[in-house]
């Protein structure tokens, strides 16, 4: 399994605009065939999916960007990191990789951009799979409002927010962590820099984002792979989405909770490829 620094260099990178600013992305990517791409959410990265793409990867390709503002991508205070800013950035991917219709596998925040995505581009997205995805207004969570404050840049230390962060990743999954991924989380943010950007990030998230899309446009195939005992983004939210999206299944996966790929990875990675590849 690569290491985060590993995962790193093997990344690409593509210029995009969005709002008429000129950033970089950069994404990993792998396989060939019929694009799937994948989508993380705050506050982790493209590495979130190192346990999960090698299936896919043999039968499609996979390309599992960094947000705007996160891991490697463009991180310098000056652009809108919004779910709204992050549709854009994927749309702009899409057109600078020349992919055409796509499949999207989105957690979280990625999981809300996917949403507005398939929304806003019918025609372009073939399977949809959201996983403990924010929709409606069931975000942002206590965790990253407090975090999303203003003076938290000048109140805490890098060193602290680090500390936050292990702590919640470490509370929060069912098992022992791995030690690679809490690395792979932190690393991006254990700077200035990253912390300015993780802090603009949790204040770009805006509710309005995704109560402003009608999921009932969505015509993509969908797959809604939850981790059953999350507290952030709780089940009810994936059957309310079942409810409206027609064409949409639901796997509840037990034991897991919001890091679903991380408490039960061999399962999300059966049910994913079963639904992506057959």
Same mark, same amino acid.
């Given at each position: 399994?690569?290491?985060?620094?590993?995962?790193?260099?093997?990344?690409?990178?593509?210029?995009?605009?969005?709002?008429?600013?000129?950033? /970089?992305?950069?994404?990993?990517?792998? %396989?060939? %065939?019929?694009?799937?791409?994948?989508?993380?959410? $705050?506050?982790?990265?493209?590495?979130?999916?190192?346990?999960? $793409?090698?299936?896919? @990867?043999?039968?499609?390709?996979?390309?599992?960007?960094?947000?705007?503002?996160?891991?490697?991508?463009?991180?310098?205070?000056?652009?809108?990191?919004? $779910?709204?800013?992050q549709e854009e950035?994927?749309?702009?991917?899409?057109?600078?990789?020349?992919?055409?219709?796509?499949?999207?596998?989105?957690?979280?925040?990625?999981?809300?951009?996917?949403?507005?995505?398939?929304?806003?581009?019918?025609?372009?997205?073939?399977?949809?799979? *959201?996983?403990?995805?924010?929709?409606?207004?069931?975000? #942002?969570?206590?965790?990253?409002? /407090?975090?999303?404050?203003?003076?938290?840049?000048?109140?805490?230390?890098? %060193?602290?927010?680090?500390?936050?962060?292990?702590?919640?990743?470490?509370?929060?999954?069912?098992?022992?962590?791995?030690?690679?991924?809490? /690395? %792979?989380?932190?690393?991006?943010?254990?700077?200035?820099?990253?912390?300015?950007?993780?802090?603009?990030?949790? $204040?770009?998230t805006n509710t309005?984002?995704?109560?402003?899309?009608? #999921?009932?446009?969505?015509?993509?195939?969908? *797959?809604?792979?939850?981790?059953?005992?999350?507290?952030?983004? #709780?089940?009810?939210? @994936?059957?309310?989405?079942?409810?409206?999206?027609?064409?949409?299944?639901?796997?509840?996966?037990?034991?897991?909770?919001?890091?679903?790929?991380?408490?039960? #990875?061999?399962?999300?990675?059966?049910?994913?490829?079963?639904?992506?590849?057959?």
């Open positions: 399994m690569l290491s985060y620094s590993e995962w790193s260099d093997r990344q690409d990178s593509a210029a995009v605009t969005v709002d008429g600013h000129d950033l /970089e992305v950069a994404y990993y990517d792998d %396989g060939e %065939g019929d694009p799937v791409i994948f989508l993380h959410g $705050i506050p982790t990265n493209s590495y979130l999916w190192r346990n999960v $793409i090698g299936s896919i @990867a043999e039968e499609r390709r996979v390309i599992v960007p960094d947000m705007l503002g996160y891991g490697n991508s463009s991180m310098r205070d000056e652009f809108d990191r919004s $779910i709204r800013a950035m994927l749309a702009a991917l899409i057109a600078a990789l020349d992919l055409g219709t796509v499949s999207l596998v989105g957690h979280d925040l990625g999981g809300g951009v996917a949403l507005r995505y398939a929304v806003h581009n019918p025609d372009a997205v073939e399977r949809l799979v *959201l996983s403990n995805a924010v929709a409606y207004d069931s975000w #942002p969570v206590q965790t990253i409002t /407090e975090l999303g404050l203003p003076e938290t840049v000048e109140d805490q230390s890098v %060193g602290e927010v680090q500390e936050m962060l292990d702590g919640m990743f470490r509370q929060t999954l069912t098992a022992d962590p791995d030690e690679a991924f809490l /690395e %792979g989380m932190k690393t991006p943010w254990n700077s200035e820099e990253g912390l300015t950007s993780l802090v603009r990030a949790a $204040i770009a309005n984002h995704t109560t402003e899309i009608d #999921p009932a446009d969505i015509t993509a195939e969908t *797959l809604l792979l939850w981790g059953a005992d999350d507290e952030f983004q #709780p089940i009810e939210s @994936a059957q309310r989405l079942q409810d409206d999206i027609d064409n949409a299944s639901l796997t509840g996966l037990d034991d897991a909770t919001h890091w679903v790929m991380e408490d039960r #990875p061999e399962a999300y990675r059966e049910e994913l490829a079963a639904f992506l590849v057959g």
